[in-house]
């Protein structure tokens, strides 16, 4: 069994997030989307609360996990049996960081690969620091979220 490891902060989770891991749950097959923990950084969003929704937005993809991690992205991976990290692109921009990031995580753990999904170009333009900003300014994120961190989103934004 193939298991890939889907990592980030997903604060919130995007609908360029979920593009990413439909795509990875249909060639792994188990996927492990791992809620990123720092504790040196204020979360926007708890760290309980990003996992319920992530729940929540895949309920239906059967071979997908939600966990949360703090700690060495490769030393979760091992824990887990997995020797892939799945790694989302959008743009160009973020390659060199991603490829910079693959290449530590090789140094420390040769057997692990990352695969890098690009997302779809009418999502490439979402990072959750956008959506963070339109939402503290009450806005609609209904475009780039999915519908149950909209309605998240809405409750503790808009309504204050």
Do not use: W
Not at 3 to 19: E, M, Q, R
Not at 139 to 153: A, H, I, N, R, Y
């Amino acid at each position: 069994m193939k298991t890939a490891i889907y990592p980030g902060s997903f604060d919130p989770i995007t609908k360029g997030h979920l593009d990413v891991l439909e795509r990875a749950a249909s060639i792994f097959d188990r996927v492990i989307i791992v809620v990123s923990v720092n504790t040196s950084k204020q979360s926007f969003i708890s760290t309980d609360d990003r996992i319920r929704l992530i729940r929540e937005c895949c309920k239906d993809l059967k071979n997908v996990e939600v966990d949360s991690y703090n700690g060495l992205t490769v030393n979760y991976a091992k824990e887990k049996g997995a020797n892939v990290l799945i790694r989302g692109l959008r743009a160009v921009s973020d390659f060199e960081y991603e490829m910079q990031l693959s290449q530590v995580n090789n140094a420390l753990e040769p057997q692990i690969n990352t695969v890098f999904l690009i997302t779809k170009p009418k999502y490439n333009f979402i990072s959750s620091s956008s959506i963070r900003e339109i939402a503290i300014m009450k806005g609609d994120v209904s475009k780039f979220v999915p519908e149950p961190v909209q309605k998240f989103l809405e409750e503790k934004y808009m309504k204050g």
